[in-house]
C-alpha cells in the first residue's frame, strides 16, 4: 500500500506542478497541432493518399510530442535537486519509477485526446473507433514506460535534448511500428479479431518494456 | 568524544571511501558520533565535507566501506535509516512551481508523517514562515526557500539532522531560529552533523570539531578545549590553508 500511495503522491506532484505552470501540455500540444496541420497540408486534400499516410502521420506526431514531453518530464526533478530530495525520502526507487511514468502517460493522454479529433478533422478520418483509442492506449503505456527511463538517463547530460532521442527511439521502434500496423488496420475498418494479433504484439512489449524498466531504473538512477 | 552507554553510535564510518573516476574523494573515513552529539565538519572547498554528508545521507554510495546508523548498516536498512534522518543541502529539494504547503504536504507523505496538516503548521511556525505558506516557492526570496528546507528536513521528526552549511542565505534572526529548532524538539536531543566555514559559529553549536582535508580526516578535538586563535592556527596546519 505504501508503495502506490508515495507512487501516486509523485504523480499527484506532478499533475499539480503541471496545473500550475501548463509546460508540458501546452508546448507539446501546441508541436502535436502544427505537425498535423503542416502534413495536412503537405499531402493535400486526396482522400487515397490521406488513408494511406495517415497511420504513420499520427504516430510521427504521438512520437515525436512524447519525447519533447518525456524530455520536461525530469527537468523539474533537476531544479533544485529535487531528484536527490526523493532520494533520500524512505521510498524505493521503483515507486519513483511507477509515480512518475503515470505523470508522463496522463500528460501524452490529455494530448493524444485532444490532438486525435482534431486529426480526425484535418483528415477527414473515422479515428475515433474504439479499436483506435485502445491502440493509443497500449502504445502509449509502452512508450511511456520505457521512455521515463531513458528521460531519467539523459536529464543530467549537458544535451539531454539530443540524447533522449537518440537513446530512446530506437529502443521504441518496435512499439511505434506495431501502432501504425494496427493503427492501419483499425483506419481500414478491421474487425477486432483482425486486431488482435497486433494488439496481443503491442501488449507484449508493453510488459516487456514495463518489467525491464522497473527493474532498472534503481540503477540509472544512481548518481 | 564521550562513549555511549551501549557501544550503539548514532552515526558510525568505517573505513569509507569515495571514489569519482581517478579523483580519490573520501580515503577511509572513520567517524563515530554518539546520539545527541553536535559535530562540525571543517575543510577546504574540496577536503569532502560535502561528500560525507551525501554519503551519510544516502544520495551516493560509497566506493567502500559500511556506514551505521543507530548499530544497523545503511546498505542494508536504508529505508528504514532514511526515516530518521533529515537532510539539508546546498538545494533545497523544493518545487518552484509549487506552494510552500504543497511542498510539505508532499514530503510528508514521502515520510509517512502521520497528522501531516498539524505536523506542517508546526515545522512551518518553528522557521517562522507561517504567513508565506500558501506562496509558490519560486518567488520566495533564497533565506525563505532555505527556511522552508529546514522545515522539510524537520516535518518527519528525525533524530539526525545532517547539514550542509545550513545558514546559506539566512539573516541572523533566522539563523538562531534554524539551531533552536534543529537541535532540540520535544524530549529528545538531536544528533547533528554540520558543515560551516565560519569557524566561530562551529565553535558555538558544535560540540566536536573535525577538519578534513583531501578527504581524511586530520584533526579531531571538542570544541570546549579551543578558542577561535587556537583553531585558526590547527586548521591552518591541518590543512596548509590560512583562514
Known amino acids: 500500500m505504501s508503495f502506490w500511495r508515495k507512487a501516486l503522491a509523485i504523480t499527484r506532484k506532478d499533475a499539480l506542478s503541471e496545473l500550475r505552470t501548463k509546460e508540458i501540455i501546452s508546448s507539446v500540444l501546441v508541436f502535436a497541432l502544427l505537425v498535423i496541420l503542416t502534413f495536412n497540408f503537405a499531402f493535400g486534400a486526396n482522400q487515397e493518399t490521406m488513408k494511406l499516410v495517415a497511420p504513420g502521420i499520427l504516430w510521427v506526431t504521438f512520437t515525436f510530442s512524447g519525447v519533447l514531453s518525456l524530455n520536461r518530464s525530469f527537468i523539474s526533478e533537476v531544479e533544485q535537486d529535487c531528484l536527490e530530495g526523493l532520494k533520500v525520502c524512505p521510498v524505493g526507487r521503483e515507486a519513483i519509477y511507477v509515480g512518475k511514468a503515470l505523470g508522463s502517460l496522463l500528460f501524452m493522454l490529455i494530448i493524444e485526446a485532444i490532438a486525435l479529433p482534431v486529426f480526425a478533422l484535418f483528415f477527414n478520418l473515422q479515428v475515433l473507433s474504439p479499436q483506435l483509442v485502445l491502440i493509443t492506449f497500449l502504445a502509449t503505456v509502452g512508450f511511456v514506460s520505457v521512455g521515463i527511463l531513458f528521460s531519467a538517463l539523459s536529464v543530467n547530460t549537458r544535451a539531454r535534448e539530443m540524447v533522449l532521442p537518440i537513446l530512446f527511439l530506437p529502443i521504441v521502434v518496435p512499439v511505434v511500428i506495431s501502432a501504425v500496423k494496427a493503427s492501419e488496420l483499425a483506419l481500414s475498418g478491421a474487425t477486432w479479431s483482425a486486431l488482435s494479433s497486433g494488439i496481443l504484439i503491442i501488449l507484449a512489449f508493453d510488459a516487456i518494456f514495463l518489467v525491464a524498466s522497473f527493474f532498472t531504473f534503481s540503477f540509472v538512477i544512481e548518481e | ?243
Open chain 2, 1 to 243: 568524544m564521550a562513549e555511549p552507554f551501549s557501544t550503539v553510535w548514532a552515526v558510525e564510518t568505517q573505513d569509507v571511501t569515495k571514489v569519482f573516476g581517478n579523483h580519490l574523494a573520501l580515503r577511509g573515513v572513520n567517524l563515530k558520533v554518539a546520539g545527541g552529539e553536535s559535530v562540525v565538519l571543517y575543510g577546504p572547498n574540496g577536503a569532502g565535507k560535502t561528500t560525507l554528508l551525501r554519503v551519510l545521507s544516502t544520495i551516493m554510495k560509497p566506493t567502500s566501506g559500511n556506514i551505521l546508523i543507530d548499530g544497523l548498516n545503511l546498505k542494508d536498512h536504508a529505508e528504514a535509516l532514511q526515516r530518521r534522518m533529515g537532510i539539508v543541502s546546498h538545494h533545497t529539494f523544493l518545487y518552484n512551481s509549487l506552494t510552500a504547503f504543497e511542498n510539505l504536504d508532499f514530503y510528508s507523505r514521502m515520510y509517512d508523517v502521520p497528522d501531516a496538516r498539524e505536523r506542517i503548521r508546526e515545522v512551518v511556525d518553528m522557521v517562522g514562515m507561517t504567513a508565506r505558506l500558501h506562496d509558490r516557492v519560486g518567488i520566495l526570496s533564497r533565506g525563505m526557500q532555505q527556511r522552508l528546507s529546514i522545515a522539510r528536513a524537520l516535518l518527519h521528526k528525525p533524530s539526525l539532522m545532517l547539514l550542509d552549511e545550513p545558514e546559506t542565505g539566512l539573516d541572523q534572526q533566522a539563523i538562531s531560529m534554524l539551531w533552536e529548532a534543529l537541535k532540540s524538539e520535544g524530549q529528545g536531543k538531536r544528533t547533528v552533523i554540520f558543515t560551516t566555514h565560519t569557524l566561530e559559529r562551529g565553535l558555538e553549536l558544535g560540540e566536536r570539531l573535525l577538519i578534513l582535508d583531501r578527504g581524511k580526516i586530520v584533526h579531531e578535538s571538542a570544541t570546549k578545549d579551543m578558542d577561535l586563535a587556537c583553531l585558526k592556527e590547527t586548521y591552518r596546519r591541518a590543512t596548509g590553508v590560512g583562514v
